[in-house]
């Protein structure tokens, strides 16, 4: 999209928001990345624009605006609300742009979430129409509360349902996952300990034990993983 033209939608989109009962609202370019990182995983890293703040606080340019209209809503306290956002995000990608103009309506706090779907539904189709593209759009549902019980039925470790849980949604990811779910690697040789620990889910007792082995390896986290994110990996 070109310039002059991502003006011209930012404002028409504007335009739809605001008769849509949604509450206009921006966040922050500059974010805190973990809350990104600890949202989609790990595999975001490579995907995002990182730096560090004066603290040596992990930053990024905002990838998305989801993950900060919650964050935002859960400080405020408020009730249930809709909110409306047009803003350009940034995103590393093999192909395309890695910046671009995202838009959309969360629905946060209404306990009738059918309704809910239904009027976002709705919104997005009505918006795309009011945009003149309604005609090209295809239109693709999903539910991640029922992609979460289908793995957790399955039986996987923890740590591949969190892995696919972050895939949800992209279908690249997905299979990429799910591909390296069915040729699993040799595990690497862990302490018993180590092992035992991992595989009982039980993280601070690992966490406790990357801490110690680091220690007694003589290593330092100089700009690297530090145990926590050792552990969590």
């Known amino acids: 999209m070109t310039t002059h033209k991502s003006f011209a ?43 560090q703040g004066e603290t040596g606080k992990s930053m990024c340019l905002r990838p998305e605006f989801t993950i900060p209209v919650c964050l935002l809503h859960l400080g405020a306290g408020a009730a249930a609300r809709r909110y409306g956002y047009v803003g350009t995000v940034f995103r590393q990608q093999q192909d395309g742009a890695s910046e671009f103009l995202q838009a959309g309506i969360e629905d946060i706090g209404h306990e009738d979430i059918i309704a809910a779907d239904a009027q976002s539904l709705a919104d997005a189709k009505a918006s795309l129409t009011a945009l003149g593209v309604g005609d090209e759009a295809q239109t693709l549902l999903g539910d991640q509360a029922v992609f979460d019980a289908v793995l957790k039925t399955l039986g996987l470790p923890s740590g591949w349902r969190l892995q696919l849980t972050h895939a949800f949604g992209n279908e690249k990811a997905l299979a990429a996952a799910l591909n390296k779910l069915a040729q699993p690697e040799q595990m690497p040789s862990l302490p018993a300990g180590l092992l035992e620990a991992l595989q009982a889910d039980e993280t601070q007792r690992a966490q406790a034990l990357v801490q110690a082995h680091l220690q007694d390896a003589g290593l330092t986290n100089a700009g690297g993983r530090n145990a926590e994110e050792i552990t969590a990996r």
């Open 9 to 51: 939608a930012r404002a028409e989109i504007e335009a739809i928001l605001a008769g849509r009962d949604a509450v206009r609202t921006d966040v922050p370019v500059l974010q805190p990345a973990d809350a990104f990182l600890d949202t989609a995983g790990e595999e975001l890293r490579r995907r995002i624009f990182l730096t």
